[in-house]
């Protein structure tokens, strides 16, 4: 059985939607296309409503310290505009590696500034806390009692007393049966079990465990979503978004750039992201580089590769920057580039760096994964460390045009991504009933929605 979704583009309609979503109707469909969005899964007809008031998410990220362009934070900001929202730290998937006490240290002392934060009000409603947490067999043996409560109080505090649990970081997974939620949502964009420094046995029991228990899983990957299929109850495919105007606006003022970058000189190349060894590939970026003696490689990002990995005197590496200055980065490069290996982590993941360099307007050199079906048209897709120099040499002479790229990227936006999720949540019978403490708020919401106040 097929059938059709409406899914709004903009968030003005989808905060109406949810703000009234008693009135939705439960959709039946096994296979639903909405807007490039594929749904999977059997109806919920004969489940009553569940009532829920807020989120809770289980996140991959620490808001304090990583980009915030990830997934999980880029909808939790959104779906925030129309109820509470608890963005928990990530629980970690690894234990520190005290053999590397620099790395060891910094992972500490970032760790311990992300607790002395506690439970913070960040914007709107979204709420964001560290809780006290040890990961692994043994660190659960020794915090794991702790968790749930930290979490229900903070919760309480953000106005959330039934909440829907989103659940992105495996080690989370024994909190499914401690919070007792309303429902469960999957965010599966990432292979854990694939993560290098994580125990796969560990991570496939705890992703097993939260599958088998989520009303839906949400997949950024066509690869990974079709390869499970048959081990979860229901899909939705929603690939990664982007902020339009921000990247778009960035790309097309053809400034300097930031300080860091209008010293160095031109032609430069740009890799934006984290340097990390189960993502890029530096044997191919040292390869590409010392071909191209000529031009200027600029690093952004975190790297927990070895120090020294590459001493080239055209290749700089600038370090992580805030999300709100990267498209400045990203636009004062010539050309930008993916030099991703051939990981399973690489095959199950939807880059979310490819609609930003699409959208900021510059050539984009990469190597293959299975995402790119649908963008090769876009993108130059190279084979090794000559063909990629050879693909940047020619992104470098030849005339390029940003339009195209931003024209297919215009309805890739996070609203876009943020109203999918919540229609096809809501379609599946939850019921957000805001509480007495979020009441009000609601209505405010409402407010800026009247016609008076859009013009």
Not at 248 to 271: C, L, M, N, Q, T
Request: hydrophobic share 45%.
């Amino acid at each position: 059985m097929r059938g059709t979704a409406k899914i709004a583009i903009n968030m003005r309609a989808p905060l109406e939607e949810t703000i009234n979503a008693t009135q939705r109707d439960c959709r039946s469909t096994v296979i639903c296309r909405l807007r490039g969005f594929t749904w999977t899964g059997n109806s919920m007809h004969a489940t009553p409503h569940r009532d829920y008031d807020g989120i809770i998410c289980i996140g991959g990220s620490d808001w304090w310290y990583h980009n915030r362009g990830h997934f999980d934070f880029q909808v939790m900001r959104r779906f925030a505009r129309t109820m509470p929202v608890l963005y928990v730290n990530s629980l970690g998937v690894r234990v520190p590696e005290v053999s590397k006490p620099v790395q060891f240290a910094g992972k500490i002392q970032r760790k311990l500034k992300s607790l002395s934060r506690g439970v913070v009000n960040v914007e709107n409603n979204f709420w964001v806390i560290s809780p006290l947490n040890i990961p692994g067999e043994t660190g659960k043996k020794i915090s794991g009692f702790a968790l749930a409560p930290q979490i229900r109080l903070a919760a309480r505090r953000a106005g959330i007393a039934k909440p829907l649990l989103w659940m992105h970081c495996p080690a989370g997974a024994d909190l499914i049966e401690a919070l007792q939620p309303a429902g469960v949502i999957m965010q599966r964009t990432d292979r854990f079990e694939a993560f290098p420094e994580g125990d796969p046995v560990l991570l496939g029991q705890q992703v097993a465990t939260i599958k088998r228990a989520a009303d839906l899983v949400i997949y950024c990957a066509p690869h990974l979503m079709a390869e499970e299929t048959n081990d979860v109850r229901r899909q939705l495919l929603v690939t990664h978004g982007v902020d339009l105007d921000m990247f778009v606006a960035e790309g097309s003022k053809r400034a300097p750039g930031p300080a860091d970058v209008a010293i160095v000189s031109k032609p430069r190349v740009g890799f934006i992201g984290g340097i990390d060894a189960h993502t890029f590939d530096p044997e191919l970026f040292v390869g590409v580089a010392k071909q191209l003696p000529d031009v200027n490689f600029i690093m952004i990002g975190g790297s927990s590769l070895p120090d020294g990995w590459c001493a080239l005197p055209n290749v700089r590496f600038l370090g992580r920057k805030p999300y709100d200055v990267v498209a400045r980065y990203m636009a004062a490069m010539d050309v930008l580039i993916m030099p991703w290996n051939k990981s399973e982590w690489i095959k199950a993941c939807n880059p979310i760096k490819m609609k930003e360099y699409l959208a900021v307007g510059r050539p984009v050199v990469t190597t293959d994964f299975p995402a790119l079906d649908g963008w090769r048209d876009l993108v130059r897709v190279a084979d090794g460390a000559g063909e990629f120099a050879s693909h940047i040499r020619s992104s470098l002479t030849e005339p390029y045009d940003p339009a195209p790229a931003r024209a297919r990227v215009a309805t890739e936006t996070w609203d876009a991504k943020a109203a999918a999720i919540l229609d096809a949540v809501h379609g599946l019978g939850f019921v957000l009933t805001p509480t007495a403490s979020t009441a009000s708020w609601t209505n405010a919401v409402r407010a800026t929605l009247s016609p008076k106040s859009a013009a």
